[in-house]
């Protein structure tokens, strides 16, 4: 059984928070 | 020359003096002058109206007006400072300031914390951490068990939640991301630091003479 996440670690990972994208032309 | 850009700049409501910005913020002052480049594109891609509203700044961060995302509303309404439902180029600066590789870590955790905080009420509490798991699965075609839901729930509780009160408070917070940094690598964002040379555009369309940094 694989260990199991937190749930922040997997939350940080959205599209939504990465605001990088906001650069790309 | 000056005539002209003071007119066009009136057309921004809650535009600022970019050097009164770079004063309150890591930027310097051609950083906020590529920051107002960006601004200007992302504010007129469906309402030229000098303002950024929810769908384009969706239309900017997923290169799809329509697509309805839950940290991206959050991300939204902490930009939004005044509460208006857009965000004007002021707030706009300021709030992507935090995002600086410079700002102060303080300031990064109290923004997350209030990202995280989904009804604004100082507690990140396990039914707000559930739905934004459930969000984050939806959004990845991830499929868990509720049974597994609730493990990674309690998990995070029982990491996060020093006093066992059920929720996570501020002081909670700031404690478990000082045990867990790479949950602040998201409130970093490089492009800031050069922002200038992905912008060079400002450059015309400077109001400031001599633009020193």
Redesign the interface.
């Known amino acids: 059984r694989p260990a ?20 790309e ?1 | 020359m000056g005539c002209f850009h003071s007119k066009s700049r009136r057309q921004f409501p809650g535009y600022e003096d970019p050097v009164l910005l770079a004063s309150q913020t890591s930027f310097s002052v051609s950083e906020v002058e590529a920051l107002f480049e960006l601004f200007k594109s992302i504010s007129r891609s469906v309402v030229d109206d000098g303002l950024i509203n929810k769908e384009e700044f969706q239309l900017a961060l997923f290169k799809n007006s329509k697509k309805e995302n839950l940290f991206a509303n959050r991300i939204f309404d902490l930009f939004d400072v005044k509460q208006k439902g857009v965000i004007d180029f002021g707030d706009f600066v300021r709030s992507l300031n935090v995002f600086h590789p410079n700002a102060p870590l303080e300031d990064k955790i109290n923004f997350s914390f209030k990202l995280y905080d989904l009804d604004g009420n100082g507690f990140i509490e396990r039914k707000e951490v559930k739905q934004m798991l459930i969000a984050l699965l939806s959004e990845s075609d991830m499929k868990l068990s509720d049974e597994t839901v609730e493990l990674i729930l309690d998990k995070t509780f029982v990491d996060s939640d020093v006093n066992h009160d059920g929720r996570i408070d501020k002081s909670d917070w700031q404690n478990f991301v000082s045990r867990n940094p790479s949950l602040m690598k998201i409130m970093t964002l490089q492009y800031l630091k050069d922002i200038t040379t992905t912008f060079p555009s400002f450059v015309f369309n400077s109001e400031v003479d001599d633009i020193a940094t």
């Open positions: 199991l996440m937190n749930a922040f670690e997997l939350i940080s990972t959205s599209q939504g928070l990465n605001l990088g994208t906001l650069f032309k």
